[in-house]
DNA sequence: TCCTCATCTTGTCGGTGACAAGATCAAGCA
DNA sequence: TGCTTGATCTTGTCACCGACAAGATGAGGA
């Protein structure tokens, strides 16, 4: 419903109604809707992780082309289900004093780890602080180019499509990052 | 007032009545809380571009400063005012019919063609598909890097901090796309 | 048998966007 | 001067929403 209905028009009565159940029944399991996003947070980070891992798993076991995949994941997974997508990352949504999120939200991260220590290696910045700083700039690259995606701000530059996937970056970090 | 209580938590009654109006005189100037959110994103695209061109002004005229001063301009705006820059990248709370916003957003997006075409020249890609992909790469990092930072997904990575800018990346785009 | 607790229902509250009908008032014109 | 017009605002109402309160229901255990 999250998906079908976006974030602004789903509510906790519609939910009720499509259950079959009385308006006030989802708040005994539920106390408040900013439990129920949180909940649904919870899930949307398994599915995230599941997403890039399963994208890795079936790539050759190259540094770049495991960072190609984990992209590939991160970005079918955002526009897969864009509505999760941007309730994950909207931090006064969810309640992340919730013991519930942190694991599958570190799961998550712990990904992003995985793919950037080669790239900080290969930049000689295998420090802690490099690590971080390698982090970041591959995180924010995969996480913009999910966020303008599913804003629709990527898709019109096209030629002619061919239903070519979204998330084949003509020009990928990995190839700067980590040439052959 | 979208700053200071958030976008779910603004309401065109609230603003009336801090205008000291009934609850529904905004209708008459904005007929839907869209028409009102859209005219929010028209100032918004204005004061972003702003920030970018501030931004560049004060850099030296050289390719790799000018890239790293327009990221400062639009973290520096996306940070300032985190609620009107997800606003404007929220597609689907704006009416993107409405023709007043085509030009603030087209005059947003001139800068970021402006900073990539150096970059799309350096890597030897300077063809209407290399250009489009260079700035698509500099975008999403930049995007990225702008909604994590709103989202408090970079803060905390942060040693003791001494109120350091938060756009000062400690690795950047600049130094690995267009190197001394 | 009776208690307890989870679950659900019914009813209500204030707040919200949208709409309708009418009041007010200044500008323009005969 | 007096009328009209149109923009602006008010008042009142509607359905919908999240939250809360009070009570019905029913299964499992003492």
């Known amino acids: 419903m999250l998906e079908e209905l976006g974030l602004e028009e789903l509510s ?15 708040e005994h399991h539920f106390p408040t809707l900013r439990h129920l996003l949180t909940a ?3 899930e949307g980070f398994r599915l995230f992780a599941a997403s890039m891992r399963s994208a890795m798993a079936q790539a050759p076991d ?9 992209a590939r994941g991160y970005l079918a997974f955002a526009s897969t289900r864009p509505h999760l997508f941007r309730l994950m990352f909207t931090a006064n949504r969810l309640d992340w004093d919730d013991p519930a999120l942190g694991p599958p939200s570190n799961a998550a991260h712990a990904v992003l780890e995985e793919i950037s220590l080669p790239v900080a290696k290969r930049l000689k910045r295998d420090t802690p ?3 971080a700083a390698v982090e970041q700039l591959v995180w924010s690259q995969i996480h913009g180019h999910a966020h303008l995606l599913i804003d629709g701000k990527l898709a019109p530059e096209g030629d002619g499509g061919t239903g070519c996937e979204p998330f084949a970056a003509p020009l990928d970090l990995a190839s700067v990052l980590l040439p052959d």
Do not use: M
């Open 40 to 42: 649904f947070a919870v």
């Open 12 to 26: 906790l009565r519609k939910i009720a109604a499509r259950v079959g159940v009385s308006h006030a029944a989802p």
């Open 129 to 131: 602080e490099g690590r």
């Open 62 to 70: 190259d540094p770049a082309e495991q960072l190609r995949a984990a």
